[in-house]
């Protein structure tokens, strides 16, 4: 029997989890979170793996065979409900990871967020920040020639970038199917974004030009003004 591509994809909490678990689950062959492809946001204690991160031996009770392609997802901490109340979990990465690789071949995709949306999105939702918890485990899992994913360039460059995804995570993508428009409709970021009235670098173009032997166009559409 031909074994099956497993991808599992994490990052820090509030990192993308959600719009990455859509976005990979849109091609037909693939199993991964249908559900919330018809839901706004579903609690990780009810990812169609969630079960693999309570016991890790429960790999060996899936049943595989369903899908070539199988996607799995868990934020950094996670909350599940347990004997004694909802408990905020890191999870168990190092005693699930080898048993998945012992049913299937296994990529790895690590997701990021720009940092300091992520503490604001941390504090807004958990009071407090959890990101560096990940952060701690990145040298765990370099041995694993993870894929690095980018919640800002998907919102982006949309298909085209999952479209570009698609060899190194092993899995086909739907980066065509029409219900990505969907996934993708609000940026999540879009609430953390301000615009700046004025920066003390806005009046020094002229300072600029007489020291560093440039001339800045009026057409540089406002780059000069952010140092680039």
């Known amino acids: 029997m031909t074994r099956p591509k497993i991808l599992l994809i994490t990052g820090p909490q509030g990192s993308g989890n959600h719009v990455f678990s859509k976005a990979l689950s849109l091609h037909t062959e693939v199993k991964g979170w249908g559900e919330l492809l018809d839901k706004y946001w579903i609690r990780h204690e009810f990812e169609p793996y969630a079960d693999l991160f309570r016991d890790p031996q429960n790999v060996h009770k899936e049943d595989w065979s369903a899908s070539e392609y199988h996607v799995i997802s868990v934020s950094c901490p996670y909350v599940d409900s347990t004997a004694v109340g909802r408990e905020t979990i890191v999870p168990c990465y190092e005693q699930l990871i080898p048993e ?37 485990l990145m040298d765990y899992f370099e041995q694993f020639n993870p894929v690095f994913l980018s919640t800002e360039l998907l919102y982006l460059y949309r298909h085209n970038y999952l479209k570009s995804l698609q060899s190194q995570l092993n899995i086909p993508i739907g980066w065509d199917n029409p219900r990505l428009n969907d996934v993708l ?25 007489q020291h560093n032997g440039f001339n800045v166009s009026e057409d540089d559409d406002g780059m000069e003004k952010d140092g680039y």
């Open 185 to 209: 409709r609000e940026n999540q970021n879009a609430k953390y974004i301000k615009s700046v009235d004025d920066y003390w670098l806005d009046g020094n173009k002229k300072y600029f030009e």
């Open 100 to 136: 998945l690789q012992k049913v299937g071949d296994l990529t790895i995709g690590l997701i990021g967020r720009e940092e300091y949306i992520l503490k604001e999105q941390e504090m807004r939702l958990r009071g407090t920040h959890s990101y560096h918890q990940f952060l701690s």
